[in-house]
């Protein structure tokens, strides 16, 4: 079983970092998780189940796992009570038949049906219109769609604004590559398109999620422990910025960090190396 969750949640693993990035949009989320949905059902196929049972007998066979065979025992603390359902009086899956029966098929067709009702309705409708206002999509400019997610937000859409656009983007896109809505939004002019540029600021805007917060508030749970119960304001926060936002300092040389602060001011100490004599 931890084989086949490996598997199946390693599909869906990219999914769930993007969508809680800063730097989410949701037009290449749709793409994202129609692609993850096509993955999952072909592994609803015949060979896709038998490469993960295969995989789990060789990782079993190199451990020396040792699969338990017949049904499962029941647990004595159900003596006392009438149970209606079969618990515990199902066998182990020992073939690729019942592996594909008892775990693979009902799991796969959990996570599938998850994903698709998961933006379902209204949440799928503004999607196809966030997806829309990216140029690197096959409905760019898409009017259904994107009068949709207008009229969501009680926004005029001008067809006409979306006639002159297409044209526009179409001469631009020979020239240069548009590669995300932000940059759409950027090039297009607010006093030639108005309303359009209205949807594209809330096509920007709906993706802001509370992950960023979230994390800052789990990385002052390891700052502020127990044995730094006395510390600053001032030195926790600089201490959760450094925590937060480790990929910045990462890349900054300590070598210049340190004459930095030696050229502040004069110092009784001489904070650089003396050199080495040669012997």
């Excluded at 290449?28 to 096509?38: G, S, V």
């Excluded at 993955?39 to 609803?44: G, H, K, N, P, W």
């Excluded at 917060?213 to 006395?230: D, K, V």
Aim: with cysteine.
């Amino acid at each position: 079983m931890l084989v086949m969750f490996a598997k199946l949640l390693g599909i869906t693993e990219g999914l769930h970092r993007y969508l809680q990035g800063e730097r989410l949009d949701l037009g290449r989320a749709a793409q994202c998780k129609t692609a993850i949905l096509e993955t999952l059902r072909d592994l609803r196929t015949e060979p896709g189940a038998e490469d993960v049972f295969k995989s789990t007998m060789t990782i079993c066979e190199e451990r020396h796992i040792q699969l338990p065979v017949g049904p499962r025992q029941k647990q004595k603390r159900l003596d006392g009570f009438v149970v209606e359902s079969a618990c515990g009086a199902t066998s182990n899956p020992t073939t690729p038949g019942d592996f594909r029966g008892q775990l693979y098929y009902p799991c796969l067709d959990r996570m599938i049906q998850e994903l698709t009702h998961r933006c379902s309705d209204v949440g799928e409708e503004l999607m196809s219109g966030i997806q829309a206002c990216n140029s690197t999509t096959a409905t760019f400019l898409a009017e259904d769609a994107l009068k949709s997610l207008a009229s969501h937000y009680k926004i005029q859409l001008k067809s006409e604004e979306l006639l002159v656009a297409k044209h526009f983007f179409k001469r631009r896109l020979e020239k240069e590559k548009v590669p995300d809505i932000a940059t759409v939004f950027q090039i297009i002019d607010s006093d030639m398109f108005p309303t359009l540029k209205a949807v594209l600021q809330v096509a920007l805007t709906i993706p802001v999620s509370s992950c960023s917060c979230e994390r800052s508030f789990s990385a002052l749970r390891r700052l502020h422990t127990w044995l730094r119960s006395t510390m600053g304001q001032e030195r926790l926060n600089d201490l959760a910025i450094m925590s937060i936002a480790k990929d910045f300092l990462d890349a900054i040389t300590p070598d210049n960090i340190i004459d930095r602060f030696a050229q502040l001011k004069p110092r009784r100490h001489i904070l650089t190396l003396p050199p080495q004599q040669e012997k």
